[in-house]
Nanobody, 119 residues
Framework: QVQLVESGGGLVQPGGSLRLSCAASGSIFNINTMGWYRQAPGKEREPVATVIIGGNTNYADSVKGRFTISGDFAKYTVTLQMISLKPEDTAVYYC?????????????WGQGTQVTISS
């Protein structure tokens, strides 16, 4: 059982910056992936960025060059630095963590934090 708590969401103007943070607790010893998804009204939840314990990162095409994910697997925290924010970045952002479970895995999700980009 993993608990994830996000922080850092809010309202910023287009072109602004925001940093999201997430901390994991509970059964965290074998987490090997952490990252962020987002869901805008009327849209599917989509992956934004992930980082694997070995250091590999993945980004959605829509955020490449603007978002940077950093993971600390000693502390089980993950941060998403967002710059040059656009109105289309408006969404609820969810932290997630993945850990192995036999031949498959278990995913855990935070409650979500609202990010709104508007003038």
């Amino acid at each position: 059982q993993v608990q994830l708590v996000e922080s850092g969401g809010g309202l910023v103007q287009p072109g602004g910056s925001l940093r999201l943070s997430c901390a994991a607790s509970g059964s965290i010893f074998n987490i090997n992936t952490m990252g962020w998804y987002r869901q805008a009204p009327g849209k599917e939840r989509e992956p934004v960025a992930t980082v694997i314990i070995g250091g590999n990162t993945n980004y959605a095409d829509s955020v490449k060059g603007r978002f940077t994910i950093s993971g600390d697997f000693a502390k089980y925290t993950v941060t998403l630095q967002m710059i040059s924010l656009k109105p289309e970045d408006t969404a609820v952002y969810y932290c997630y963590a993945r850990r192995p479970y036999g031949i498959t895995f278990l995913d855990s999700w935070g409650q979500g934090t609202q990010v709104t980009i508007s003038s």
